[in-house]
T-cell receptor, first 112, second 115 residues
């Protein structure tokens, strides 16, 4: 199957600080990207998405940046809270309604 | 919003037995469902795409005879792990897409432990 099977990198931040989680995607033809949050023992939860014709999209406390030139995606979380502690995955979709392929993931730990 | 339910949430079985995991879309019709597998501290690996009324499409390296997928209705897909072995122990997660929508809604996952 596809996807990366490496162990997760970790990011530790202080409560109240901003967090930046990065992701490199694989297919230059991908046209839609999603960030998911996964808490321990649970399924992924949708956070925010962005289409390839955009380079930035903002949500509540979260911002996604897309750099198609280097196939890079980032998720910025403002004023990080302990409840944000989880694993964050980017996912790419490269045809309408097609399969979603997940990136490596980053484990975010928020220190109170 | 869209809700996907998985059952069971956890199961322990003996080596050599078969286990069935159900994935239901509760408030929408899912023409396509996806099954993922996740080992501890790793990413989600796509196993197969389940299409209502037709055969599933398996990813490279996934044994279709071992991981049987049935998508007999627009609200139910099942994954059967046949002749399970300890190395099949994993977290299995399904997701569903309504029509051609891009966003996938995920179930809570099913943790399989094979003794």
């Amino acid at each position: 199957g596809e996807s990366v099977g490496l162990h997760l990198p970790t990011l530790s931040v202080q409560e109240g600080d901003n967090s930046i989680i990065n992701c490199a995607y694989s297919n230059s033809a991908s046209d839609y990207f999603i960030w998911y949050k996964q808490e321990s023992g649970k399924g992924p939860q949708f956070i925010i998405d962005i289409r390839s014709n955009m380079d930035k999209r903002q949500g509540q406390r979260v911002t996604v940046l897309l750099n198609k030139t280097v196939k890079h995606l980032s998720l910025q979380i403002a004023a990080t809270q302990p409840g944000d502690s989880a694993v964050y995955f980017c996912a790419e979709n490269f045809n309408q309604g097609g399969k979603l392929i997940f990136g490596q993931g980053t484990e975010l730990s928020v220190k109170p | 919003g869209a809700v996907v339910s998985q059952h069971p949430s956890w199961v322990i079985c003996k080596s050599g037995t078969s286990v069935k995991i159900e994935c239901r879309s509760l408030d929408f019709q899912a023409t396509t469902m996806f099954w993922y597998r996740q080992f501890p501290k790793q990413s989600l690996m796509l196993m197969a795409t389940s299409n209502e009324g037709s055969k599933a499409t398996y990813e490279q390296g996934v044994e279709k005879d071992k991981f049987l997928i049935n998508h007999a209705s627009l609200t139910l897909s099942t994954l059967t792990v046949t002749s399970a072995h300890p190395e099949d122990s994993s977290f299995y997660i399904c997701s569903a897409r309504a029509g051609t929508a891009n966003v996938l809604t995920f179930g809570a996952g099913s943790r399989l432990t094979v003794l």
